[in-house]
T-cell receptor
C-alpha cells in the first residue's frame, strides 16, 4: 500500500525566507505527484503537478521537484510572504486513478 | 472550486440516523471521488466513480455507500451514522483524458455525529 510522509509537520519562518517542504512516498509506481494548499476550513487548491516522467515544475515563486526512483519530492517556496501561511499537502496518483495523501506541513510565515 | 458544489456544508446528526451528502459538478468530468479528512490521517479515499452507475471502493469504504445516476451528481450515504464518521468530507473531480489529470476539490462538508 502506498504511504506518503511529509516532514516537517509544522514550520515557522520569518517573512522573506526561502524554504523547502519535503514529501516521500514508498511505491515509486506513480503516474504523477501533486502539491496542494489548504487554508483553514477550506478545500484544497492544486499548486503544481509533476508527471512521473518530469523532474520539476515551476509556478511563480513555487518550484516542485520529483525524484521518482528515491520516492521523494520537494516544494521550494522563494521569498516567503505571510499570505503563504497554510497547510501544504502532497499526494501521489497511482493506478485506478487513486490519490494517496500525506498529512501535510503547516506553514506559518511571520511578518 | 472548479465548478464543484458540496451540500450541505455543515451537518450535525445523531448516531444511527442515515445521512446523504451531495456533490454536484458543472465540468462534465468523468471521475468523481469522496474523501474524508481526519487529524493525523490526511485525506483518505472512501469511494470513487468513473462514470454514470460505475463506482468502486476506496481505502475506507466500510459504512458508506455511493450512487451516481447522472454525470454531474455523486452522492455519499452513511446508512447508519456512527461517531467515528465525524469528519470533514471532500468531493473531487478529474478527467483522465486531459493532459494533466488534476483532481479538483470542493469546499468540504463538516459532519458531526453525536
Amino acid at each position: 500500500k502506498q504511504e506518503v510522509t511529509q516532514i516537517p509537520a509544522a514550520l515557522s519562518v520569518p517573512e522573506g525566507e526561502n524554504l523547502v517542504l519535503n514529501c516521500s512516498f514508498t511505491d515509486s509506481a506513480i503516474y504523477n505527484l501533486q502539491w496542494f494548499r489548504q487554508d483553514p476550513g477550506k478545500g484544497l487548491t492544486s499548486l503544481l503537478l509533476i508527471q512521473s516522467s518530469q523532474r520539476e515544475q515551476t509556478s511563480g515563486r513555487l518550484n516542485a521537484s520529483l525524484d521518482k526512483s528515491s520516492g521523494r519530492s520537494t516544494l521550494y517556496i522563494a521569498a516567503s510572504q505571510p499570505g503563504d501561511s497554510a497547510t501544504y499537502l502532497c499526494a501521489v496518483l497511482t493506478g485506478a486513478n487513486n490519490l494517496f495523501f500525506g498529512t501535510g506541513t503547516r506553514l506559518t510565515v511571520i511578518p | 472550486d472548479a465548478g464543484i458544489t458540496q451540500s450541505p456544508r455543515h451537518k450535525v446528526t445523531e448516531t444511527g440516523t442515515p445521512v446523504t451528502l451531495r456533490c454536484h459538478q458543472t465540468e462534465n468530468h468523468r471521475y468523481m471521488y469522496w474523501y474524508r479528512q481526519d487529524p493525523g490521517h490526511g485525506l483518505r479515499l472512501i469511494h470513487y466513480s468513473y462514470g454514470v452507475k460505475d463506482t468502486d471502493k476506496g481505502e475506507v469504504s466500510d459504512g458508506y455507500s455511493v450512487s451516481r445516476s447522472k454525470t454531474e451528481d455523486f452522492l455519499l450515504t452513511l446508512e447508519s451514522a456512527t461517531s467515528s464518521q465525524t469528519s470533514v468530507y471532500f468531493c473531487a473531480i478529474s478527467e483522465p483524458q486531459l493532459a494533466k489529470n488534476i483532481q479538483y476539490f470542493g469546499a468540504g462538508t463538516r459532519l458531526s455525529v453525536l
